[in-house]
Structures are given as C-alpha cells and as structure tokens.
C-alpha cells in the first residue's frame, strides 16, 4: 500500500473517532480542531497541505505559484427568516447569511478574496469543531512566471474569479442544485396554477 493510501486510511480514521493500539484517532482531530480554533485568522496561508492525496486530487503541486490556505467557515444553515418587527435595520440578521451556497463554496470565494492575485483551483474539508467547518483551498498565483509558463496552467490567468464565477468543482455542482431547486419549484408554481384556474 503506497503513501497515499496510508494517509487517506489515517484521515478516515479521524473521521470516524477509531482508537487501536497505536493512537487515539479522536483525539488527534480534537487536538487539531483546537489549534485551528486558536489560530485567529479566518483565512491562513499554509506551508504545506494537511492531507495530501486530496489536495493533489484538485491540482496541488509541490511548485512555486501554488499554495493552500486553510478557511475557516461558520456551522449554521441560511434558512433564517426575517424579522417583521422591533428590529433596526443592522439587527435584522440577514446581512452575513449566504443563499444556495454551500459552507465549502463559501471558503472558497473567502480564500479568493483575500488572495486576489490567486485562483482557487480546488478545496476539502479537514476538520470541524461545534462552531466551524474548516477547508484547505488549492490556489494558483495566475501572475507567476511558473504558472505563466507551464502548459497545463497557463489558461489561469485568463479565468479571473473561478471561485466567485462557480468554475470549481463545488461551484458547479451548487449550480446545478440550484438549478434542479427551480425546475422543481417552477413545476409547482404551474402545477398549482392548474389545478386554481380549473
């Protein structure tokens, strides 16, 4: 079994809390929820990818123009409603909810607004505690003459804001859900109108 297959198996391990004679698997993703928590930022460029058979499966390449960071995004779904009353417009509580967009979308964009000359060409989940959900986005510097120059990446610095644009992988399908939403939604809407106007 190479490498790559030794630490996906450790990182399901942490996922599912196992504990055999060698280590407490829970305890080490408890261990990194809290460094995580601690580390202030939201957004943290990192020297190196926490698990790396995912992060090469969305393009990470150990070159220069490539990088991670590490997102932090808050737990909670956007289903909130607004309040009709007794309320200032500042305390409505719908300025920071996002619609059809999922937590990992949001890290993302997060990571591509604070790296401006970057785009995210990927992103995984690493951790979560009771409060956050925390990604590693893959991003390439499109300005860099390593990325200018290679073949396979040159096209980045053509497509500027892949993440806003929902280019990525997550960004696609939170299009295409959204999508399937309105179609079914749309049906409802006609199928109602039938059955009123009859």
Request: glycine residues 8%.
């Amino acid at each position: 079994m190479g490498a790559n297959k030794y630490i996906r198996a450790a990182f399901q391990k942490e996922w599912k809390g196992t504990a055999d004679s060698n280590y407490d698997y829970a305890s080490i993703m408890r261990q990194r929820g809290l460094e995580y928590r601690n580390s202030g930022d939201a957004v943290v460029k990192i020297e190196h990818p926490t698990n790396l058979p995912s992060a090469r499966s969305v393009g990470y390449k150990a070159k220069q123009g490539i990088f991670v960071a590490r997102v932090r995004v808050r737990k909670g779904t956007g289903t909130h409603h607004r309040p009709k009353n007794k309320r200032r417009p500042k305390r409505q509580g719908q300025a920071k909810l996002s619609r059809k967009i999922s937590t990992q979308a949001m890290a993302e964009q997060k990571a591509s607004k604070k790296f401006e000359n970057a785009e995210a060409l990927g992103s995984y989940k690493i951790a979560e505690d009771g409060k956050w959900h925390y990604f590693e986005v893959v991003l390439a510097d499109r300005t860099a003459s390593t990325i200018v120059n290679d073949k396979n990446l040159k096209w980045l610095q053509f497509h500027k804001g892949r993440a806003e644009r929902g280019k990525t992988f997550i960004g696609r399908v939170n299009k295409e859900n959204n999508k399937k939403n309105m179609r079914k939604h749309r049906a409802k809407i006609a199928l109602d109108h039938k059955y009123t106007h009859n």
